[in-house]
């Protein structure tokens, strides 16, 4: 098992940044790729950005790019999440999940295992 939990969320004007945190711990020695969602009000849950174990493949979703950076740092156990330039359609509750292979995990939901309990992000008009 892995857990997995968010930090860094809260309140910011648009155009203004945030920096997600999510530290997994227990299984931690298996390598295993990850990911962050979003859930906006009233709305189905949705893929922002993915990468591999290696850090070498990552993807986002067309409307972040540009704007947010996931990356991940191995040896502490931590995966991040910059967000840029943020617009109040990015308001929503963040989570932070894993995979259980090293390989680039993608936007299919079904294909993590392990998600953390969420981190409200608002931003402000």
């Known amino acids: 098992q892995v857990q997995l939990v968010e930090s860094g969320g809260g309140l910011v004007q648009a155009g203004g940044s945030l920096r997600l945190s999510c530290a997994a711990s227990?299984?931690?020695?298996?390598?295993?790729?990850m990911g962050w969602f979003r859930q906006a009000p009233g709305k189905e849950r949705e893929f922002v950005a993915a990468?591999?174990?290696?850090?070498?493949?990552?993807g986002y979703k067309d409307s972040v790019k540009g704007r947010f950076t996931i990356t991940r740092d191995n040896a502490k156990n931590t995966l991040a999440l910059q967000m840029n330039s943020l617009k109040p359609d990015d308001t929503a509750v963040y989570y932070c999940?894993?995979?259980?292979?090293?390989?680039?995990?993608?936007?299919?939901?079904?294909?993590?295992?392990?998600w953390g309990q969420g981190t409200q992000v608002t931003v402000s008009s």
């Open positions: 990468i591999s174990w290696s850090g070498s493949s990552t």
């Open positions: 999940a894993a995979t259980t292979s090293p390989y680039y995990g993608g936007s299919d939901q079904e294909g993590y295992a392990y």
């Open positions: 227990g299984r931690t020695r298996s390598n295993y790729a």
